[in-house]
């Protein structure tokens, strides 16, 4: 199967056969706006198959695997939000990886780039384990949720603008669901922070203008909706280019990470 059907025990799975799928952009945004609570959005958004170029690359990513995962089955859905459901802490990613979230079924699991992030959220306290090996690993996420502002594993890691604007309902639901708890915000990477800028603004927090620009360390304060004060912070992205390069050093990350623990 070029995908996990839902319903079938993959652990954390939260879709059941009866959950409803979107098949075009219309779809995912009447289905995201009626959600009756978060359980539900997430499961809607594990199933979505809006996105005919990005579900044919997740389901041919799942079939072909890489030969270090030739023996185990694929997820091959999109990767809905994941950790405390009444989060402090919201960190926002681009996409999940083709061998990563999509191999997984949890965001920034099984990948390099997971390896850093939840080995740093262990060291700072807002992880469970150190490692985040696959749906089901006992791992658990402290205070803290993880989001992306695209489900499916992209080609190249590139989602096309349309591609963005079709999950962009997704993360508006989830967002104005958990914006009452929400004091920090940590974007990983510069193309989170330019994308969540848009969401936050239809759930109707308070912003800076003009933006502030991206880069590590980055600090902006606005105010929620229900009129909390916010903090939203910057990160280089834990990807390969950046660790390798020593761009991104597991110092910094800590210190970003560990200044966004200071809200639990």
């Given amino acids: ?72 089955e694929y997820w091959g859905r999109p990767i809905a939000g994941w950790g405390d459901p009444e989060p402090r802490i919201l960190l926002v990613g681009l996409a999940p990886a083709a061998h990563g979230g999509n191999r997984t079924g949890r965001v920034f699991t099984g990948d390099r780039s997971g390896d850093w992030l939840f080995a740093s959220l262990h060291r700072v306290g807002l992880a469970s384990q150190a490692t985040s090996v696959r749906a089901g690993d006992g791992q658990h996420l402290i205070g803290t949720r993880l ?32 914006a009452p708890s929400v004091r920090c915000i940590v974007a990983l990477g510069g193309y989170a922070w330019q994308s969540v800028w848009p969401v936050l603004k239809t759930v109707g927090y308070e912003l800076p203008r003009p933006r502030p620009a991206f880069g590590h360390g980055a600090e902006v304060r606005m105010t929620s909706p229900g009129g909390d004060p916010v903090v939203m912070l910057g990160t280089y992205h834990p990807s390969q280019q950046n660790t390798f390069t020593g761009r991104l050093t597991e110092a910094m990350l800590d210190d970003v990470l560990g200044r966004a623990a200071t809200y639990l």
Avoid: Y
Wanted: hydrophobic share 40%; with cysteine; charged share 30%.
């Fill in 147 to 178: 989001v992306a502002t695209v489900r499916c594993a992209p080609p190249d890691n590139k989602p096309t603008t349309t591609e963005r604007a079709t999950c962009l309902p997704w993360l508006n639901r989830e967002m104005a669901m958990i």
């Fill in 1 to 72: 199967m070029p995908f996990v059907s839902p319903g079938t025990g993959w652990p954390e799975d939260p879709a059941t056969p009866e959950t409803p799928v979107a098949h075009k952009p219309q779809d995912v945004m009447e289905l995201a706006e009626s959600a009756p609570d978060l359980a539900e959005l997430c499961a809607r958004q594990s199933v979505c198959r809006a996105c005919d170029r990005l579900v044919e690359w997740r389901e041919k990513v799942a079939l072909e695997r890489r030969r270090a995962f030739a023996d185990e």
